[in-house]
């Protein structure tokens, strides 16, 4: 009984932490014509919620509060969108994150960012998609003086991985 107790109590994983200095601007291209990178703003939460949430197929779920939340608390999301589907998003916490999945908190100075919480849709993996939004977020990012961007993932993850 206390062998499993202490297991649970000190079980730990190892992670890649990766830290990259954002600079310049970038201008990806995109072999979609109806393909399109935005930001996620409050007027299109209803929709990302449903699209993300069908996207991700229960990997993780999203609700209108907790996306709402997300950017109350200043956290920024980019997807892309190819016609009316949703087929990849990314998130950035600035200054600090708290990852209840690795129960650990990363924190900052005024010009970080933590990338957490991307997805691709199945059919579009391996076309740098998911690099091409990390592109357009750097360079707004930059805008808003945030030139650090700190990700972290699991080392089984070979796909992100390879795009950081």
Wanted: with cysteine; charged share 25%.
């Amino acid at each position: 009984m206390i062998d499993r107790v202490f297991r649970r109590l000190f079980s730990v994983q190892t992670l890649h932490v990766y830290e990259m200095k954002m600079e310049g601007e970038a201008n990806p291209p995109w072999k979609s014509i109806s393909a399109k990178i935005f930001r996620l703003k409050k007027d299109y939460v209803n929709r990302f919620v449903e699209e993300a949430n069908r996207l991700a197929e229960g990997w993780v779920v999203f609700t209108v509060d907790s996306v709402n939340a997300r950017i109350d608390a200043k956290e920024i999301c980019f997807y892309a969108t190819d016609g009316d589907a949703l087929i990849a998003f990314a998130w950035w916490a600035p200054m600090n994150l708290v990852s209840t999945t690795f129960a650990l908190r990363m924190v900052g100075d005024d010009n970080v960012v933590f990338g957490y919480n991307s997805y691709v849709s199945r059919e579009v993996r391996g076309k740098n998609i998911i690099v091409q939004i990390y592109q357009v977020a750097v360079t707004e990012m930059l805008k808003e003086n945030l030139n650090r961007w700190v990700g972290y993932v699991l080392p089984a993850n070979v796909a992100s991985l390879k795009s950081l």
